[in-house]
Protein backbone atom coordinates (compact mmCIF):
# COMPACT_ATOMS: atom_id res chain seq x y z
CA UNK A 1 0.00 0.00 0.00
CA UNK A 2 1.19 2.94 -1.16
CA UNK A 3 1.74 6.00 1.88
CA UNK A 4 -0.43 8.31 -0.16
CA UNK A 5 -3.65 6.15 0.66
CA UNK A 6 -3.21 7.53 3.87
CA UNK A 7 -4.24 11.08 5.78
CA UNK A 8 -1.42 11.81 7.66
CA UNK A 9 -2.14 14.58 10.56
CA UNK A 10 0.55 15.88 13.24
CA UNK A 11 -0.87 17.05 16.28
CA UNK A 12 1.10 19.07 19.18
CA UNK A 13 -0.70 19.21 22.17
CA UNK A 14 0.01 20.58 26.11
CA UNK A 15 0.51 18.86 28.51
CA UNK A 16 -2.29 18.11 31.26
CA UNK A 17 -3.09 16.32 34.39
CA UNK A 18 0.09 16.26 36.80
CA UNK A 19 2.51 17.02 34.01
CA UNK A 20 1.51 19.60 32.11
CA UNK A 21 4.86 20.90 31.49
CA UNK A 22 5.69 17.97 29.07
CA UNK A 23 4.25 18.39 25.78
CA UNK A 24 2.94 16.06 23.54
CA UNK A 25 3.48 14.93 19.89
CA UNK A 26 0.97 12.46 17.67
CA UNK A 27 0.22 11.69 14.33
CA UNK A 28 -2.84 10.35 13.40
CA UNK A 29 -3.24 7.90 10.16
CA UNK A 30 -6.57 7.72 8.29
CA UNK A 31 -7.73 5.96 5.07
CA UNK A 32 -8.08 8.35 2.75
CA UNK A 33 -11.89 9.22 1.27
CA UNK A 34 -11.39 7.43 -1.95
CA UNK A 35 -11.36 4.08 -0.01
CA UNK A 36 -13.79 4.08 2.39
CA UNK A 37 -16.16 7.04 0.77
CA UNK A 38 -17.33 10.01 2.89
CA UNK A 39 -20.62 11.10 3.59
CA UNK A 40 -21.86 14.48 3.02
CA UNK A 41 -20.69 15.82 6.21
CA UNK A 42 -17.51 14.85 5.49
CA UNK A 43 -16.93 12.36 7.63
CA UNK A 44 -15.91 8.85 6.67
CA UNK A 45 -18.82 6.36 5.85
CA UNK A 46 -19.33 2.67 6.86
CA UNK A 47 -21.76 0.60 6.80
CA UNK A 48 -24.56 0.54 9.43
CA UNK A 49 -23.75 -1.21 12.55
CA UNK A 50 -20.07 -1.83 12.07
CA UNK A 51 -17.62 -1.04 14.65
CA UNK A 52 -15.89 1.62 14.34
CA UNK A 53 -12.51 1.19 15.57
CA UNK A 54 -9.41 3.62 16.82
CA UNK A 55 -5.74 2.45 17.16
CA UNK A 56 -3.45 3.85 19.45
CA UNK A 57 0.21 2.71 18.96
CA UNK A 58 3.10 3.21 21.32
CA UNK A 59 6.49 2.50 20.59
CA UNK A 60 9.53 0.93 22.66
CA UNK A 61 12.58 2.78 23.57
CA UNK A 62 14.45 4.52 21.75
CA UNK A 63 12.37 4.70 18.80
CA UNK A 64 9.75 7.20 17.61
CA UNK A 65 6.21 7.70 16.68
CA UNK A 66 6.10 7.54 12.83
CA UNK A 67 8.25 3.87 13.19
CA UNK A 68 4.51 2.69 12.69
CA UNK A 69 3.83 3.88 9.85
CA UNK A 70 4.76 0.68 7.88
CA UNK A 71 2.81 -1.77 9.94
CA UNK A 72 -0.33 1.01 9.93
CA UNK A 73 0.24 1.12 5.63
CA UNK A 74 -0.02 -3.17 5.66
CA UNK A 75 -2.84 -2.96 8.45
CA UNK A 76 -5.24 -0.78 5.98
CA UNK A 77 -4.38 -2.62 2.71
CA UNK A 78 -5.45 -5.96 4.36
CA UNK A 79 -8.30 -4.29 6.07
CA UNK A 80 -9.11 -2.71 2.46
CA UNK A 81 -8.82 -6.07 0.92
CA UNK A 82 -12.10 -7.31 3.06
CA UNK A 83 -15.15 -6.66 0.63
CA UNK A 84 -17.95 -6.70 4.03
CA UNK A 85 -16.27 -5.64 7.23
CA UNK A 86 -17.97 -6.59 10.53
CA UNK A 87 -15.71 -3.84 11.80
CA UNK A 88 -13.45 -0.49 10.34
CA UNK A 89 -10.42 0.97 11.50
CA UNK A 90 -11.15 4.39 11.25
CA UNK A 91 -8.10 5.90 12.11
CA UNK A 92 -4.83 5.10 14.17
CA UNK A 93 -3.00 6.90 16.86
CA UNK A 94 0.84 6.67 17.48
CA UNK A 95 2.56 8.78 20.06
CA UNK A 96 6.15 9.61 20.89
CA UNK A 97 6.88 9.33 24.40
CA UNK A 98 7.96 12.73 26.08
CA UNK A 99 11.62 11.87 25.67
CA UNK A 100 11.69 10.56 21.49
CA UNK A 101 10.96 11.70 18.88
CA UNK A 102 9.37 15.20 18.24
CA UNK A 103 8.45 15.03 22.04
CA UNK A 104 11.98 14.99 22.69
CA UNK A 105 12.76 18.02 21.25
CA UNK A 106 9.29 19.82 22.24
CA UNK A 107 10.66 18.77 26.00
CA UNK A 108 14.28 19.75 25.38
CA UNK A 109 14.63 21.79 28.25
CA UNK A 110 12.04 20.10 30.43
CA UNK A 111 14.31 16.89 30.16
CA UNK A 112 17.47 18.61 31.32
CA UNK A 113 15.80 18.71 34.34
CA UNK A 114 15.07 15.34 34.88
CA UNK A 115 18.73 13.64 34.23
CA UNK A 116 17.38 10.27 36.16
CA UNK A 117 14.73 9.62 33.33
CA UNK A 118 11.13 10.27 33.59
CA UNK A 119 9.03 7.56 36.08
CA UNK A 120 6.13 5.29 34.06
CA UNK A 121 3.65 8.13 35.18
CA UNK A 122 5.61 10.70 33.04
CA UNK A 123 6.06 8.21 30.25
CA UNK A 124 2.01 7.55 30.21
CA UNK A 125 1.31 11.28 30.41
CA UNK A 126 0.28 11.91 26.76
CA UNK A 127 -1.54 8.80 26.06
CA UNK A 128 -3.89 10.03 29.10
CA UNK A 129 -4.01 13.50 27.38
CA UNK A 130 -4.98 12.12 23.89
CA UNK A 131 -7.43 9.59 25.85
CA UNK A 132 -9.14 12.73 27.29
CA UNK A 133 -8.48 15.18 24.22
CA UNK A 134 -12.04 14.19 22.47
CA UNK A 135 -9.76 13.44 19.13
CA UNK A 136 -10.79 10.03 18.82
CA UNK A 137 -13.15 9.65 16.44
CA UNK A 138 -13.78 5.81 16.87
CA UNK A 139 -16.64 4.23 18.98
CA UNK A 140 -13.79 1.77 20.86
CA UNK A 141 -10.31 2.12 20.96
CA UNK A 142 -7.57 -0.92 20.72
CA UNK A 143 -4.39 -0.17 22.75
CA UNK A 144 -0.89 -2.02 20.55
CA UNK A 145 1.91 -1.52 22.60
CA UNK A 146 5.46 -2.75 21.69
CA UNK A 147 7.74 -3.26 24.39
CA UNK A 148 8.42 -0.21 27.15
CA UNK A 149 5.09 0.60 24.95
CA UNK A 150 3.22 -2.66 26.37
CA UNK A 151 4.34 -1.30 29.82
CA UNK A 152 2.74 1.93 29.26
CA UNK A 153 -0.26 0.78 27.71
CA UNK A 154 -0.73 -2.03 30.89
CA UNK A 155 0.10 0.68 33.63
CA UNK A 156 -1.63 3.63 32.40
CA UNK A 157 -4.96 1.49 32.72
CA UNK A 158 -3.84 1.56 37.04
CA UNK A 159 -6.65 3.74 38.56
CA UNK A 160 -9.49 2.90 36.10
CA UNK A 161 -12.06 0.47 37.23
CA UNK A 162 -12.21 -2.84 35.65
CA UNK A 163 -15.68 -2.23 34.10
CA UNK A 164 -14.68 1.19 32.63
CA UNK A 165 -11.16 0.58 31.13
CA UNK A 166 -10.45 3.30 28.15
CA UNK A 167 -9.58 0.02 25.80
CA UNK A 168 -12.01 -2.50 24.56
CA UNK A 169 -8.94 -4.99 24.04
CA UNK A 170 -4.58 -4.74 24.05
CA UNK A 171 -2.60 -5.55 21.78
CA UNK A 172 1.15 -6.51 22.96
CA UNK A 173 4.17 -6.91 21.00
CA UNK A 174 6.93 -8.65 22.79
CA UNK A 175 6.23 -7.22 26.06
CA UNK A 176 9.05 -7.06 28.49
CA UNK A 177 7.20 -7.42 31.94
CA UNK A 178 9.52 -9.23 34.37
CA UNK A 179 9.09 -10.68 37.97
CA UNK A 180 12.01 -10.20 40.69
CA UNK A 181 13.05 -13.24 40.25
CA UNK A 182 14.07 -12.98 36.90
CA UNK A 183 15.65 -9.74 37.76
CA UNK A 184 17.42 -11.06 40.33
CA UNK A 185 18.84 -14.20 38.86
CA UNK A 186 19.62 -12.41 35.46
CA UNK A 187 21.74 -9.50 38.01
CA UNK A 188 23.65 -12.18 39.93
CA UNK A 189 24.38 -13.48 36.56
CA UNK A 190 25.07 -10.84 34.76
CA UNK A 191 23.27 -11.58 31.74
CA UNK A 192 19.74 -9.37 31.94
CA UNK A 193 19.02 -8.17 28.40
CA UNK A 194 18.39 -4.86 30.16
CA UNK A 195 21.52 -4.66 31.90
CA UNK A 196 23.33 -4.91 28.74
CA UNK A 197 21.13 -2.32 27.28
CA UNK A 198 21.84 0.14 29.70
CA UNK A 199 25.71 -0.35 28.91
CA UNK A 200 24.87 0.11 25.27
CA UNK A 201 23.07 2.68 25.65
CA UNK A 202 25.68 5.02 27.90
CA UNK A 203 28.52 4.62 25.98
CA UNK A 204 27.47 4.52 22.18
CA UNK A 205 28.45 7.03 19.95
CA UNK A 206 25.51 9.57 19.83
CA UNK A 207 26.95 12.23 17.09
CA UNK A 208 27.54 12.46 13.71
CA UNK A 209 28.64 14.69 10.68
CA UNK A 210 25.48 14.40 8.67
CA UNK A 211 22.45 12.11 8.18
CA UNK A 212 23.83 11.08 5.64
CA UNK A 213 26.92 9.45 8.10
CA UNK A 214 24.54 8.53 10.26
CA UNK A 215 22.73 6.16 7.69
CA UNK A 216 26.18 4.53 7.16
CA UNK A 217 26.78 3.92 10.76
CA UNK A 218 23.31 2.44 11.61
CA UNK A 219 23.28 0.68 8.53
CA UNK A 220 26.07 -1.50 9.20
CA UNK A 221 25.24 -2.44 13.00
CA UNK A 222 22.81 -4.62 14.54
CA UNK A 223 19.66 -3.94 15.40
CA UNK A 224 19.41 -1.74 12.83
CA UNK A 225 20.92 -3.18 9.42
CA UNK A 226 18.01 -6.06 9.98
CA UNK A 227 15.34 -3.56 10.02
CA UNK A 228 12.52 -3.37 7.17
CA UNK A 229 14.58 -0.20 5.00
CA UNK A 230 11.08 1.79 5.21
CA UNK A 231 11.36 1.63 8.90
CA UNK A 232 15.24 2.24 8.61
CA UNK A 233 14.77 5.20 6.58
CA UNK A 234 12.31 6.54 9.02
CA UNK A 235 14.09 6.34 11.97
CA UNK A 236 17.26 8.38 9.97
CA UNK A 237 14.56 11.10 9.36
CA UNK A 238 12.78 11.27 12.84
CA UNK A 239 15.10 9.51 15.45
CA UNK A 240 18.15 11.75 14.91
CA UNK A 241 17.91 15.78 15.38
CA UNK A 242 19.97 18.55 14.24
CA UNK A 243 22.30 20.20 16.45
CA UNK A 244 22.63 22.17 18.21
CA UNK A 245 20.38 20.34 20.85
CA UNK A 246 19.87 21.70 24.70
CA UNK A 247 21.82 18.48 25.51
CA UNK A 248 24.69 19.46 23.36
CA UNK A 249 24.18 23.40 22.34
CA UNK A 250 27.69 23.92 21.53
CA UNK A 251 27.84 21.53 18.74
CA UNK A 252 26.89 23.26 15.61
CA UNK A 253 26.66 20.98 12.77
CA UNK A 254 25.24 17.21 12.14
CA UNK A 255 22.85 14.95 13.83
CA UNK A 256 22.56 13.60 17.55
CA UNK A 257 20.00 10.73 19.19
CA UNK A 258 16.42 12.21 19.80
CA UNK A 259 16.58 10.48 22.47
CA UNK A 260 19.47 11.11 24.70
CA UNK A 261 21.68 8.70 26.07
CA UNK A 262 20.80 9.64 29.71
CA UNK A 263 17.06 9.52 28.74
CA UNK A 264 17.40 5.89 26.58
CA UNK A 265 19.86 4.34 29.64
CA UNK A 266 17.87 5.63 32.30
CA UNK A 267 14.67 3.81 30.34
CA UNK A 268 15.66 0.26 31.17
CA UNK A 269 16.32 0.50 35.32
CA UNK A 270 12.75 0.86 36.46
CA UNK A 271 12.37 -2.83 37.10
CA UNK A 272 9.25 -2.05 39.54
CA UNK A 273 7.25 -0.55 36.40
CA UNK A 274 7.70 -4.38 35.25
CA UNK A 275 6.39 -5.59 38.36
CA UNK A 276 3.38 -3.28 38.47
CA UNK A 277 2.51 -4.13 35.16
CA UNK A 278 2.52 -7.72 34.91
CA UNK A 279 -0.01 -7.22 38.68
CA UNK A 280 -2.29 -5.06 36.54
CA UNK A 281 -1.76 -7.57 33.64
CA UNK A 282 -3.35 -10.25 35.29
CA UNK A 283 -6.09 -8.24 36.28
CA UNK A 284 -7.04 -7.12 32.38
CA UNK A 285 -6.74 -10.37 31.39
CA UNK A 286 -10.01 -11.36 33.74
CA UNK A 287 -11.86 -8.39 32.12
CA UNK A 288 -11.12 -8.02 28.07
CA UNK A 289 -9.69 -9.30 25.26
CA UNK A 290 -5.60 -9.51 25.88
CA UNK A 291 -3.29 -10.29 23.20
CA UNK A 292 0.35 -11.25 22.65
CA UNK A 293 2.42 -10.88 19.54
CA UNK A 294 6.11 -12.26 19.78
CA UNK A 295 8.58 -12.23 17.53
CA UNK A 296 9.91 -15.46 16.37
CA UNK A 297 13.84 -15.05 17.42
CA UNK A 298 15.11 -14.66 20.82
CA UNK A 299 17.07 -12.28 21.00
CA UNK A 300 17.31 -9.45 22.75
CA UNK A 301 14.29 -10.96 25.66
CA UNK A 302 14.46 -14.02 27.28
CA UNK A 303 12.25 -16.89 27.20
CA UNK A 304 11.57 -16.43 30.84
CA UNK A 305 10.33 -13.37 30.10
CA UNK A 306 7.18 -14.35 27.32
CA UNK A 307 6.80 -17.42 29.45
CA UNK A 308 5.89 -14.59 32.66
CA UNK A 309 3.98 -12.68 30.28
CA UNK A 310 1.46 -14.94 29.31
CA UNK A 311 1.41 -17.37 32.15
CA UNK A 312 -2.05 -19.11 32.65
CA UNK A 313 -1.33 -20.58 36.43
CA UNK A 314 -0.74 -17.26 36.94
CA UNK A 315 -4.13 -15.92 35.88
CA UNK A 316 -2.05 -14.02 32.64
CA UNK A 317 -4.53 -15.81 30.05
CA UNK A 318 -4.34 -14.28 26.65
CA UNK A 319 -7.11 -14.66 24.42
CA UNK A 320 -4.47 -15.06 21.64
CA UNK A 321 -0.43 -15.85 21.51
CA UNK A 322 0.48 -14.94 17.95
CA UNK A 323 4.24 -15.60 16.19
CA UNK A 324 5.93 -13.04 13.60
CA UNK A 325 8.30 -15.06 11.48
CA UNK A 326 11.77 -13.20 11.24
CA UNK A 327 11.41 -11.14 13.61
CA UNK A 328 13.06 -10.68 17.42
CA UNK A 329 11.89 -8.63 19.93
CA UNK A 330 12.01 -4.95 17.91
CA UNK A 331 9.17 -6.65 15.73
CA UNK A 332 7.61 -3.81 14.47
CA UNK A 333 11.23 -2.59 12.62
CA UNK A 334 12.26 -6.05 11.79
CA UNK A 335 8.89 -7.55 10.03
CA UNK A 336 6.27 -4.31 9.52
CA UNK A 337 4.17 -6.87 6.90
CA UNK A 338 4.16 -9.72 9.67
CA UNK A 339 3.34 -7.45 12.97
CA UNK A 340 0.17 -6.02 10.58
CA UNK A 341 -1.10 -9.37 9.76
CA UNK A 342 -1.49 -10.48 13.45
CA UNK A 343 -2.91 -7.85 14.32
CA UNK A 344 -5.48 -8.02 11.62
CA UNK A 345 -6.38 -11.25 12.52
CA UNK A 346 -6.49 -10.21 15.98
CA UNK A 347 -9.00 -7.61 15.33
CA UNK A 348 -10.82 -10.10 13.10
CA UNK A 349 -10.99 -12.37 15.77
CA UNK A 350 -12.12 -9.47 18.09
CA UNK A 351 -14.85 -7.17 16.24
CA UNK A 352 -15.52 -10.01 12.87
CA UNK A 353 -18.51 -11.66 14.26
CA UNK A 354 -18.18 -15.24 12.79
CA UNK A 355 -14.63 -15.08 12.01
CA UNK A 356 -12.89 -13.45 9.12
CA UNK A 357 -11.26 -14.77 5.68
CA UNK A 358 -7.63 -14.82 4.80
CA UNK A 359 -5.88 -11.89 4.42
CA UNK A 360 -4.44 -10.47 0.83
CA UNK A 361 -1.50 -8.79 2.50
Same mark, same amino acid.
Given at each position: ?????????????????????????? *????????????????????????????????????????? +??????????????????????????????????????????????? &???????? +??? &?????????????????? *???????????????????????????????? &???????????????????????????????? +???????????????? +?????????????????????????????????????????????????????????????????????????????? &?????????????????????????????? *??????????????????????????????
Amino acid at each position: MKSSMLEEADFVLPGAGDYPQLRCAF *VRWRPRSTCVGRSTSGAHRYPEGTFRLSLILLHCVGIHKET +WQPTIEHLFEALRSEPDPRFAVVEAWAMDAPQHGHAASLNAHVLLDL &PDGLNMEQ +WNA &PLKTLLASGLIEGDRVVG *VGHSAGALSLITTTIGYQLNCLPFSSVIMVEP &PMMTPDIVKHGLEIGCLPMIRAINFAKTRKDI +WSSRDEARAWFGTRSP +WRRWDQRVFDLFVRHGLHDLPTAAYPERHEGVTLACTRAQDSAAYTRFEECYRALDRLTELCASLPVHAVLGDTLDMV &PAAVHEVCVSEKDGRRMKSIRTVSGAGHLA *VQDNPRGVALEIWRILEDDYGGQGGTASKL
